[in-house]
């Protein structure tokens, strides 16, 4: 594809690794030209690149036809949102176009009609949930499963490939608007306990 079309268009690369999966997807224009998802419970790391790099050859594509980022922040695994999010961030300084941080619940409200709660599953049998209703959203929580209101639709958040579809998507919207750097939206602390070594000394 000529350089100046994909300028004109915009081509968006979008990438999760939020979950159990490592999913990329390619937006040109209005329309996804390629995506992949591989499900795992680890090891995301060192698939994410060589994935990304795998779907823009597929599509005849270089990173330098990119006008911008878009990225899973969560919430989810801690691990695998702190990869997708640093890769994100290097690779928007490298090429110097931006990185757009897009919320798992986003993703899944983009192709949904309020009111509804769209959750993540959590530690321990609980869920981050998120509300949309008519007014707007509510900010994320941890709940566990009971605390769910009924009287509102609950859907889970989307399967990884329709999922890194939408958060590409969503991204492409807001490349226009200035939007911070991507963050991991974790919703509640780490549950590792703080090292119990002495703090190292410091030598003159």
Not at 6 to 31: K, P, R, Y
Not at 32 to 44: E, F, K, L, N
Not at 174 to 197: E, F, G, M, V, W
Request: with cysteine.
């Amino acid at each position: 594809m000529p350089s100046d079309v994909v300028q004109s268009q915009g081509l968006v690369l979008g990438f999760d690794t939020s979950a159990a999966h490592c999913a990329a997807a390619l937006l040109s224009g209005d329309h996804i030209i390629a995506h992949h998802a591989d499900s795992m419970a680890r090891g995301q790391g060192e698939r994410l690149m060589g994935l990304l790099q795998d779907l823009l050859d597929g599509a005849g594509h270089k990173w330098c036809d990119l006008t911008a980022l878009g990225v899973g922040i969560g919430p989810g695994n801690f691990t695998g949102i702190r990869i997708s999010v640093a890769a994100a961030r290097g690779l928007a300084l490298s090429l110097r176009i931006p990185a757009i941080g897009v919320s798992s619940f986003e993703a899944t409200a983009l192709t949904r009609l309020s009111p509804f709660t769209a959750s993540v599953a959590g530690p321990r049998d609980q869920l981050y949930t998120q509300v949309f209703s008519t007014e707007g959203a509510q900010a994320p929580r941890l709940v566990d499963a009971s605390e769910i209101d009924r009287e509102i639709p609950h859907i889970p958040c989307s399967a990884p490939l329709e999922l890194v579809d939408q958060i590409t998507r969503i991204a492409a919207q807001r490349t226009d608007t200035p939007y911070p750097r991507p963050a991991p939206l974790y919703i509640k602390a780490a549950d590792a306990a703080p090292s119990r070594d002495p703090a190292p000394t410091l030598l003159a």
